[in-house]
């Protein structure tokens, strides 16, 4: 008998569950080390994708890498638990972000001051790759909690309202870029709700668990 409050899934998955959360984990660990290795960017006004750029830039380029491996494999954990068309459209929506997030990293950016009438090939990738993973996630984590949460269990409850993360994170970061420098901390409280979102998540798939019945005395 399994409990209530996991998502059982077979080993590979969980494997690849832990796999997500302690990639975004990294993700996250890399984007706070380019603040202090490139002293001379601001973060309060330099994307996260400006510090691809010039010394030290593969840290960047790791992160960027290291967010589309976590996607990737939470795609691989909830492959197996998913169901319903809302679930399987949520999977494909996941994977087209984890290749975006892989082309921010491939494809690196141009300057910030760069009109976007004279960006390069490449940047001009990195920005179609970025904005797709950005806007496409929110919608993968709704597709994919609906896909998930069925029934009145304790983890229904949970994926219901963290599916809701980041979309709550893209309404956050909207209006913030109202008051602040939109390409600063904005994107990155942003991500900090996508990274929420999945280990949310990858903590609720586990390996069923058997519940031995009390002998009779």
Known sequence: MTTNSTVDAPPFA???????????????????????????????????????????GWVMMLAFLTAAVSYASLLVALRPVVHGRAGRAGLGVLGACALGTAGVGVFIADPLATPLSELTTIGTLHVISGLSALLLLPLAAVLLGT??????????????????????????????????????WPPRVLFMTYAAWLLALSAHIRTPTRQTTPSQG
């Not at 998930?148 to 956050?172: D, E, H, I, K, N």
């Open 147 to 184: 896909g998930l949460a069925r029934g009145a269990t304790t983890a229904s409850a949970v994926l219901r309202w963290t599916a809701w993360l980041p979309v709550a994170g893209l309404v956050l970061h909207w209006i913030l870029s109202a008051m602040i420098p939109p390409e600063g």
């Open 14 to 56: 969980v494997v690849a569950a832990r796999t997500s959360a302690a990639a975004i984990v990294a993700y996250q660990v890399l984007l706070l080390v380019t603040i202090f290795i490139r002293p001379e960017l601001d973060p309060v006004h330099q994307p996260v994708s400006e510090y691809a750029i010039g010394r030290h």
